[in-house]
Nanobody, 119 residues
Framework: QVQLVESGGGSVQAGGSLRLSCVASGRTFSSHAMGWFRQAPGKEREFVASMRWSTGDTYYADSVKGRFTISRKIVKPSVFLQMNSLEPEDTAVYYC????????????WGQGTQVTVSS
């Protein structure tokens, strides 16, 4: 089984920064992509950012472009989300996800880490 463990969430004032980390452990798997999603209270889970593992290409939701940056470490697969200029609308539980090669969607998920941005 593959485990994704997130860390780095917390509380910050608007305009502040946080860095989320996600480390994959357990069974070795070939990753097609890793990314971040978030779910705010009363809302559906939404895409935030992702990275195609083979090329390093990155993708972002319009709402975070220019403020968030996704990066990775290949050895002991890890993905990071640097979040700058945080806004109260960024408050949510952030989930790390991985899509294995051959999978049609993200098939591994972390437990989530809370990010709270106060105005």
């Amino acid at each position: 089984q593959v485990q994704l463990v997130e860390s780095g969430g917390g509380s910050v004032q608007a305009g502040g920064s946080l860095r989320l980390s996600c480390v994959a452990s357990g069974r070795t798997f070939s990753s097609h992509a890793m990314g971040w999603f978030r779910q705010a209270p009363g809302k559906e889970r939404e895409f935030v950012a992702s990275m195609r593992w083979s090329t390093g290409d990155t993708y972002y939701a319009d709402s975070v472009k220019g403020r968030f940056t996704i990066s990775r470490k290949i050895v002991k697969p890890s993905v990071f989300l640097q979040m700058n200029s945080l806004e109260p609308e960024d408050t949510a539980v952030y989930y790390c996800a991985a899509q294995a090669v051959g999978a049609t969607s993200y098939n591994y998920w972390g437990q989530g880490t809370q990010v709270t941005v106060s105005s």
